[in-house]
């Protein structure tokens, strides 16, 4: 494996440029969407400089970090003392993929992003990372993608190197730090996955549209935007996903069911997160208003409007107990567990394909007054007219507002790879369930 520190300097610039914060941006986003709400215990392997691994901190997730390069560590830790607020949550490990740590395993995420290109053997890696994954873990996977070599020489206007490269179907090209890097394929990363006993969920194709573009593109925050979220709904669909220059991987370990069986045809049962939500509904001069927040941070769905929300805490917690929590943590306002009124249950599944249950709860009726109590995840919070909605706001959100004032007791709200994340009036994804 090739020896990172050499060139650690220009890896660091290369995370900061536009092009570099596409990637991680994508990889983050996907991989925050089928984290538990909870605060998750992860292993990131071959870390490098922590940029995942201080994003997924900043989530509240517990990282273990770990790469073979000294001086990677030590710019790592260099990072994470300028956020000395995570320092709680992230330890550092020196070690390659051969000796990869045990304690604290098995995780419920294993990273490893940007490695198994500088491997010989990804069959081997794959053997060594998986054991590692808890029951109802992930195993994210991040690579070189094979199915598109070639295709940044000829963008970039190298025609020879990209007829060579096409021609002899390599499975190697020169990456962007000056090392040769091999190429795996998604339904190689995805049938070694199962041969592991993990269930691979839908992959991306990462930097599908820029890839051919140099670190010193410096877009505009809005045309970064916007090219973010172009890339977003490509990275799922072929043909755009299968000329992404990386490829990303997840699957999943079932979570056991009887007798330790997991998986549907094992005989174990599907296990799903299960959301609480307030509506909570007061009169307006203009009629009636709801309270909304904004999410923010190292979170899904940051800079949209959502209600105040969260999960069951445990097989302990009932829904509505898990609700006047979550409402007194996030809000302030103190509610009657008496005065909650269920509203809609919605089973929803995002375009990353995670689903969920969502139990919807209307209150009328509280103590206080709403204020923001985490702001490392909310910067707003705001009454709304139920006619006025404000824009963006997540999907799941508005369709489980939808459905409540539908008057429905039960809705379905199953989203498909490449749809936004945002309501949009175009894309239709709710269905009610007739009550009897």
């Known amino acids: 494996m090739t020896d990172f520190a050499a060139v650690g ?52 997730h517990h990282v273990t970090a770990v790469d073979p390069s000294a001086d990677m560590l030590a710019a790592a830790a260099r990072r994470l003392d300028a956020q000395p607020e995570l320092r709680p949550l992230v330890r550092f490990r020196e070690t390659g993929i051969a000796a990869l740590p045990a304690e604290g395993g098995p995780y419920d995420a294993v990273c490893c992003h940007g490695v198994l290109m500088y491997l010989d053997d990804t069959a081997d890696a794959v053997a060594r990372l998986a054991p590692l994954v808890a029951q109802g873990g992930l195993l994210s996977l991040l690579t070189k993608n094979r199915a598109a070599i070639g295709v940044r020489e000829a963008l970039r206007g190298d025609y020879a190197a990209a007829r060579h490269l096409i021609e002899h179907a390599a499975d190697t090209s020169l990456g962007h730090l000056g090392f040769p890097t091999r190429g795996d394929t998604a339904e190689v990363l995805d049938g070694l996955a199962r041969d592991h006993g993990l ?44 000329m992404g220059r990386q490829v990303h991987t997840l699957a999943r370990r079932e979570p056991a069911g009887p007798a330790g069986r997991t998986g549907v045809s094992g005989g174990g049962r599907h296990a799903v997160p299960v959301d609480v939500h307030l509506i909570a509904v007061r009169d307006g001069d203009g009629g009636p208003e709801v309270l909304l927040s904004r999410r923010a941070g190292a979170v899904y769905a940051a800079g949209y409007w959502h ?23 996030e809000t302030g306002l103190v509610v009657d567990p008496d005065d909650v009124r269920a509203a809609v249950t919605v089973h929803h599944r995002s375009p990353a394909g995670g689903a969920r249950v969502g139990f919807f709860f209307e209150v009328r009726c509280w103590a206080g007054t709403p204020r923001i109590l985490e702001p490392e995840v909310c910067d707003g919070m705001e009454w709304f007219p139920l006619d006025a909605l404000p824009d963006p706001m997540v999907a799941y959100c508005r369709a489980g507002l939808d459905a409540y004032r539908a008057g429905a007791a039960v809705a379905l709200h199953f989203q498909e790879p490449g749809d936004p994340i945002g309501h949009d009036p175009a894309v239709h994804r709710l269905r009610l369930l007739p009550g009897r």
């Open 199 to 242: 269930v691979p969920l839908p992959w991306q194709g990462v930097r599908v549209f820029h890839d051919h573009l140099t670190d010193a593109w410096a877009p505009g925050e809005e045309e970064y935007e916007s090219a973010l979220r172009t890339e977003w709904t490509a990275s799922w669909l072929s043909p755009y996903r299968d």
């Open 307 to 329: 209600f105040p929300s969260g999960h069951v805490d445990g097989p302990f917690e009932d829904v509505v107990t898990a609700l006047v929590r979550e409402t007194r943590e």
């Open 9 to 60: 300097d220009a890896y660091a610039a290369h995370s900061r440029s536009a092009r570099g914060r596409l990637r991680h941006d994508l990889v983050a986003r996907r991989l925050l969407a089928e984290l538990p709400g909870r605060p998750a215990r992860i292993l990131d392997v071959g870390c490098g400089n922590g940029e995942m691994t201080l994003r997924l901190a900043a989530a509240g």
